[in-house]
């Protein structure tokens, strides 16, 4: 296995840690400007004020895009294994 395969699944590697937690964490940031003009329009300043919203929206995101990061791993994982068994290792 030479370094330009090893820099591809690099590369794919952080493709799908980008693919994972992209959304759930745009989404986080998203409510929780969101919430923070809320607090700041209206002088609430409590700690669940932000919390609960971007509780709920993060786990939303996981239920709604949960197949896609799933089918994104699994096909991730299978390449790897792919690599491995050319390169001889099983």
Same mark, same amino acid.
């Given at each position: 296995?030479? $370094? +330009? $395969?090893?820099?591809?699944?690099?590369? $794919?590697?952080? !493709? &799908?840690?980008?693919?994972?937690?992209? =959304? =759930? #964490?745009? *989404?986080? #940031?998203?409510?929780?400007?969101?919430?923070?003009?809320?607090? *700041? &329009?209206?002088?609430?300043? $409590?700690?669940? @004020? +932000?919390?609960? =919203?971007?509780?709920?929206?993060?786990?939303?995101? #996981?239920?709604?895009?949960? =197949?896609?990061? !799933? !089918?994104?791993?699994? /096909?991730? +994982?299978?390449?790897?294994? /792919?690599? @491995?068994?050319? &390169?001889?290792? #099983?």
């Amino acid at each position: 296995m030479g $370094e +330009t $395969e090893i820099g591809g699944l690099l590369h $794919e590697a952080i !493709t &799908v840690v980008v693919k994972m937690g992209g =959304p =759930p #964490l745009l *989404a986080g #940031l998203v409510i929780g400007v969101v919430m923070s003009l809320f607090q *700041a &329009v209206t002088q609430i300043h $409590e700690q669940t @004020v +932000t919390f609960v =919203p971007k509780l709920i929206v993060v786990v939303g995101t #996981l239920l709604l895009l949960g =197949p896609y990061m !799933t !089918t994104t791993l699994i /096909d991730f +994982t299978r390449l790897l294994f /792919d690599r @491995v068994v050319a &390169v001889g290792g #099983l």
